[in-house]
Each structure stands twice: as C-alpha cells, then as structure tokens.
T-cell receptor
Framework: EPEVTQTPSHQVTQMGQEVILRCVPI?????FYWYRQILGQKVEFLVS????????KSEIFDDQFSVERPDGSNFTLKIRSTKLEDSAMYFC?????????????FGEGSWLTVV | AQTVTQSQPEMSVQEAETVTLSCTYD???????LFWYKQPPSRQMILVIR??????QNATENRFSVNFQKAAKSFSLKISDSQLGDTAMYFC????????????FGDGTTLTVKP
C-alpha cells in the first residue's frame, strides 16, 4: 500500500537554528498538509498546499514557517529560527482529491526537539 | 469556530469486550465530515472511520462503528470485540468545507485494552 514518508524521524536542533522537515506524499495525491502535535496535546492543523501554493493556514503558521514543493515529489516544512516551543511531532499528510470525505494519509511524523 | 470535545481522557476495557468513546462537536456548517483516528504508541495517525454529515446511516468498519447524532452534535465510536492491538490514543476530528485535511481535532482519549 502506498504511504507518506517523512524524514528525519527525529531531529535535535539548537534554538535559533533553521530546520527543514521533508515529506514524500503519495504520488498521485494533490493536496498536502502539515500538522503539529506538541507532546501530550492535540493534533493541530498548520497548513494545506495545493497546486503549488498555500490554500489555507492556521494562526500557528506565522512568518517563521514556510512550505514548498521544490521538485514535484518532496513537500517540505521549513522552520526559521526555531524556538523551544517548536518542539513537537510534525506530521505530513496527503489526499488524492479535495473534499472532506476523502481519506487523508499521514506519515509517521518527524519528532523535533529544540534545545 | 468549530470545536471538538472528547470528555474521556482515559478509558480501559477488557479484551473481547465492547467500549464506546465519546465525542461532541460544534460547527455552523451544514456540510461537514467526522473522523476517528487511531494513534498507537508508534505515533502514526491512522484513519479508523469517517462519517458524512448528510448521511443518516451510521458508518461501520468491521469491529468499529459510530453513533452519529446530528441534532445533538454527537459522534461516538464503538469498538466491539476489543483486541490488545486496539490500545492507542483515539482522536475525533471534524472536517469542514472542501478539505478534510483542514480538520479540527479533539484532545484525544487514551484507550487501554487489558488482557
């Protein structure tokens, strides 16, 4: 079964450093998402991406964050100047078609620890 | 703004028995979708079941079924014949509009299946 893959699985970075989290969505999917889950808390939507641009973003997704699909396969989340509170699991997800009834496939997550 | 509430932080059930996890939500939309996701200790998010709001019939997937009460804005998950592998965090989520990916999640219920 096709799957969403994420790298790295775990990254430790120093406060103030830039981090790039990578995702390879399922190949025929058109909608891509990033979520964040701080340890012990709920999953929070960050951003959705379609047709090479952001379609929606949450209040969490401020200027510190950016996304891009540089080569048609990878979908990246960049966090500039990381803060301690950015420590969380970041999930990438993809969806073949738009429409809330479709299935969202999640990756296994990238655990970011900011020290 | 949409909200999702899971009032049971933790639950436990004996293997082979039935358990029901509660979820209530609030939305001003008429067209929306509801989901239950399972997050095992591996942290991957797995879709368990989904329900379209316009459908009166409750969704079922093998041992998993929902009780969707639209007027009461309630969406509970019933797990029959519980198995040890069902031990996980379960999240209820509400998707509105055209993108399921932009979902609002509840705080989660930790379910432990005891042998």
């Amino acid at each position: 079964e096709p799957e969403v893959t994420q790298t790295p699985s775990h990254q430790v970075t120093q406060m103030g450093q830039e981090v790039i989290l990578r995702c390879v969505p399922i190949s025929n999917h058109l909608y891509f998402y990033w979520y964040r889950q701080i340890l012990g808390q709920k999953v929070e939507f960050l951003v959705s991406f379609y047709n090479n641009e952001i379609s929606e973003k949450s209040e969490i997704f401020d200027d510190q964050f950016s996304v891009e699909r540089p080569d048609g396969s990878n979908f990246t989340l960049k966090i500039r100047s990381t803060k301690l509170e950015d420590s969380a699991m970041y999930f990438c997800a993809s969806e073949r078609l738009g429409g809330a009834g479709n299935t969202i496939y999640f990756g296994e997550g990238s655990w970011l620890t900011v020290v | 703004a949409q909200t999702v509430t899971q009032s049971q932080p933790e639950m436990s059930v004996q293997e082979a028995e039935t358990v029901t996890l509660s979820c209530t939500y609030d939305t001003s939309e008429n067209n929306y979708y509801l989901f239950w996701y399972k997050q095992p200790p591996s942290r991957q998010m797995i879709l368990v079941i989904r329900q379209e709001a316009y459908k009166q019939q409750n969704a079922t997937e093998n041992r998993f079924s929902v009780n969707f009460q639209k007027a009461a804005k309630s969406f509970s998950l019933k797990i029959s014949d519980s198995q040890l592998g069902d031990t996980a965090m379960y999240f209820c989520a509400l998707g509105e509009g055209t993108n399921a990916g932009k979902s609002t999640f509840g705080d989660g219920t930790t379910l432990t299946v005891k042998p």
